[in-house]
């Protein structure tokens, strides 16, 4: 089943209100490609300003407690994100997963808090090269997926982003037979957890996607679109990859 390509820009811990120029320009750019869902994922304290003067995309966050309040010091709940005009958050990036020590159920609980806020939620997975080298590279996402997954009668507003820690920054992507063979492995666990409705839930791969793969990568059966961090800082870089994945 196609399902509409999704591209979500990542800005990590980058953006000052000096940049909200470029994220219209980023809006501007993907205007001419409605066929393509874009959004994009701001550091917490530019998306008040952003969803105020940013027209034609929807922002979103990186990350979200899985609490509503209390005493969680230097932590943002789902209500908070909505109420700052975030319609969408990241959860689960292996940056979070390593630096801050997220389990998976831990990340279960955000998407599950997130997506009962009434947030989209894009819930990261992906393996680290030691594992890949090894040869256990499906087993462990496809488990990580398992344990990670919001238990939802509605898996509507979730996405899944194939990550693999070694393609993250490091200009080095996966081959297309290797995210095919992981994007087919994850839908059948999607299957497993949501039944039909698996087959709905849009598996985004990231790592060093630019203007210059996403062509063939998009192209890749259950690749449904690209979660982008470095290249999605300019809308130079990032609208090429937008069109890429209106014309695939
Ligand atoms: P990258 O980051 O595109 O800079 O590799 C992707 C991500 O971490 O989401």
Redesign the pocket.
Same mark, same amino acid.
């Given at each position: 089943m196609a399902l509409r390509k999704y591209v979500v820009g990542?800005w990590?811990m980058n953006g000052l209100s000096s940049d909200l120029a470029e994220i219209q320009a980023i809006a501007d750019g993907a205007k001419p490609y409605p066929t393509v869902d874009v959004a994009l994922c701001l550091p917490a304290i530019l998306i008040d300003r952003a969803a105020r003067m940013v027209t034609g995309i929807p922002i979103g966050a990186q990350d979200v407690h899985f609490a509503d309040n209390g005493a969680h010091t230097g932590c943002t709940s789902a209500s908070m994100l909505r109420d700052a005009g975030a319609s969408l958050t990241i959860v689960g990036?292996s $940056?979070r997963r390593d630096g801050q020590h997220e389990s998976d159920d831990e990340v279960r609980q955000k998407a599950e808090s997130a997506l009962a806020a009434g947030l989209k939620v894009i819930l990261c997975v992906g393996e680290s090269l030691e594992i890949r080298e090894a040869g256990n590279a499906i087993e462990t996402v496809q488990a990580q997926l398992d344990a990670s997954t919001p238990r939802v009668e509605d898996a509507s507003s979730l996405a899944i #982003?194939y $990550?693999p820690i070694w #393609?993250? %920054?490091?200009g080095k992507v996966a081959s297309p037979s290797d995210i095919g063979e992981m994007h087919s492995a994850l839908r059948e666990r999607l299957v497993a957890a949501y039944g039909e409705a698996g087959n709905g839930v849009r598996i985004l791969y !990231? !790592?060093? =996607?630019n203007a210059g793969n996403a062509a063939e990568i998009l192209a890749v059966a259950d690749v449904d679109g690209a979660? =982008? !961090? %470095? #290249?999605s800082l300019t809308a130079e870089k990032f609208v090429p990859i937008v069109a890429a994945a209106a014309s695939s």
């Open positions: 990542n990590k990036h $940056e #982003a $990550e #393609a993250i %920054g490091t !990231g !790592g060093s =996607v979660l =982008v !961090g %470095g #290249a």
